[in-house]
């Protein structure tokens, strides 16, 4: 059974930097794709960054030039690197990983940026 569990999260000020990581634990292999996806109050869940093992990364309109996504491929972590945070960036992020037909989510983590 493969889980996820983030951490990073919290309050900040506008402006202000987190980093967000994901373990994941349970898999005897790498998983192919691990990203990031958050839900603000009232919205539905959209994508921040996912970045898969052939070295392909895909932001969120909302997360380019802003985020940063890396991953440790020997230790099935991935990471998002939150930079010149606004207010609209508050929501709670979902740690996300796919391999093949299997879909794992984390529990999410709290991500607030004040005003």
């Known amino acids: 059974q493969v889980q996820l569990v983030e951490s990073g999260g919290g309050l900040v000020q506008t402006g202000g930097s987190l980093n967000l990581s994901c373990a994941a634990s349970g898999s005897a292999w790498t998983i192919h794709s691990m990203g990031w996806y958050r839900q603000a109050p009232g919205k539905q869940r959209a994508v921040v960054a996912i970045?898969?093992?052939?070295?392909?990364?895909t932001y969120g309109d909302d997360a380019k030039g802003r985020f940063t996504i890396s991953r440790d491929f020997a230790k099935n972590t991935v990471h998002l690197q939150m930079n010149s945070l606004k207010p609209e960036d508050t929501a709670v992020y979902y740690c996300?990983?796919?391999?093949?037909?299997?879909?794992?989510w984390g529990k999410g983590t709290l991500v607030a940026a004040s005003s």
């Open positions: 996300h990983g796919a391999e093949g037909r299997y879909e794992y």
């Open positions: 970045s898969t093992t052939n070295g392909r990364t």
